[in-house]
Structures are given as C-alpha cells and as structure tokens.
C-alpha cells in the first residue's frame, strides 16, 4: 500500500515468492481495490486454517523435525543460524534439491533430535549452480553477517499472531485474475499443496511448473519465468503480446 502511495500509483499487479508470496495472497483480500491481479511463487494460496498456523504444524509434524516449529523458540534459531552465515547461506541457497538427496539425508531432514536445521542440510554436491556466483553469496553473507537472522525469522514467529489478526478474512474469495507459479522440485510442494486454495480462487488463471527448478525459480530460470509472468500480465490488462 505505501508503495503503491508513493509512486502515486491506484493499482497494481503484485508479484511475491515464498514469504512475499504470502504477502501478495493477503493483498487482494485486503485491499482489493488496489489490486488488478495477483501471482504466488513457490506458496500457494493457503485458505485460513481451523486453528493458529504454528499450533496446527505442532500438530502436523509432532513425530519429526519440522523447520517452522523450530523456528518458533526466540534466540534458538538465530544463534544456529548465525554462528556461521557463510554455511549457512551456502547450504540454504546452493544444496541438493530434495530429490537429489541420499535416503540418509532425508531422513536426517525430518528426524527429531536436537540437530538444528543448518545441521540438517547437505552442502552443495559439485560447488554453487550457475545461477548463483560467489560473488552474489558473498554479498548474502555479508548482509546477514552484519544484520543475523532474527528479522527474518520473525516473520515465522507472527505466523499465530497474522491468523487471529485475519479471522475476518476467514472463507474469503480472491476475486480478481490469479495465477501460480513453482518449481517441479520445490520442496514447498511437500506440505503445502496448491489444491486446497483452488476454491478460493475466483478467476484462477492457472498453474505454471516450470519443470526440474527449486525453491529458487525466478534465480534459477529467469527466462521462463519472466516469460510466463509477461503472458499473464498482458492477458489480464488484455494487451497483446509483442
């Protein structure tokens, strides 16, 4: 909203991945005068749950190791975290995808135990992916080296706080275009699935899997990406495509 006041904009398309993905879901429930379309990258529109969104994955995942719980405990995961930013970052950015993992590591992953998360992730298999430089990690050690983790992870620790704010939002519809796009092999797939939010979605545009990317879509295929968020933006203001 200050952005879109700033730039002395009414409206907008807004485009989010992963947490900005969840911010760009609330947008049009939230405002949806200031919206004309609305994509989601990696996170798909999750409906509001019966129950407070980390005291439903205490419930989820109560026999194993499940990182947004971890993440919970103020201190703990920033101290992990940061103890070493340059593994961390590494392992986070440029490890395996999940289905690259050996058995051991997968298991390792979801476990319980007391190993924290950084502990559970493989290191890259053969050095960084083209997509990523050293010179691009560096820079994202060097910001979380001089700022920690814990900005970041408190977004996970308002997740509670963001369901009992949003209780008027509760079987609301998102009316204007939508459309969702992810990687083949994002792991966010495996316990957050794009069907249950379908039915919410008023004029759904579709689903776009762009096929052997992760977590890291728009990094690690620009070209498709772009091309498919260009289609939907001149489809939903009803241009043609140049």
Not at 66 to 92: C, N, S, W
Not at 164 to 173: I, K, R, S, V, Y
Not at 196 to 220: I, S, T
Request: proline share 7%; with cysteine.
């Amino acid at each position: 909203m200050a952005i879109l006041d700033d730039l002395d904009r009414e409206r907008a398309v807004v485009v989010g991945h992963d947490w900005g993905s969840i911010v760009a879901w609330q947008m049009p429930l939230l405002h949806p005068d200031r919206v004309v379309a609305t994509v989601g990258m990696s996170v798909p529109f999750l409906p509001r749950g019966p129950m407070p969104t980390v005291e439903l994955m205490r419930q989820m995942f109560a026999d194993g190791f499940f990182y947004i719980v971890y993440f919970q405990d103020e201190g703990v995961a920033d101290a992990e975290l940061a103890a070493d930013p340059a593994r961390t970052m590494r392992r986070f950015l440029a490890g395996p995808k999940p289905n690259e993992f050996t058995d051991a590591e997968r298991v390792t992953l979801v476990a319980k135990g007391d190993a924290g998360f950084t502990d559970r992730l493989p290191e890259p298999r053969a050095g960084l992916p083209d997509w990523l430089s050293q010179a691009e990690l560096d820079h994202y050690v060097a910001e979380f080296t001089r700022t920690g983790f814990t900005g970041g992870l408190n977004w996970y620790r308002n997740l509670d706080r963001n369901w009992h704010l949003t209780e008027a939002q509760a079987g609301a519809h998102i009316t204007c275009p939508t459309m969702f796009l992810t990687g083949s092999l994002d792991p966010v797939a495996s316990f957050a699935s794009v069907e249950p939010g379908l039915a919410f979605l008023d004029d759904h545009r579709g689903n776009v899997v762009v096929e052997g990317a992760g977590h890291w879509v728009q990094q690690e295929r620009p070209e498709e990406v772009n091309a498919a968020l260009l289609e939907f933006l001149y489809d939903v203001t009803e241009r043609k495509i140049p």
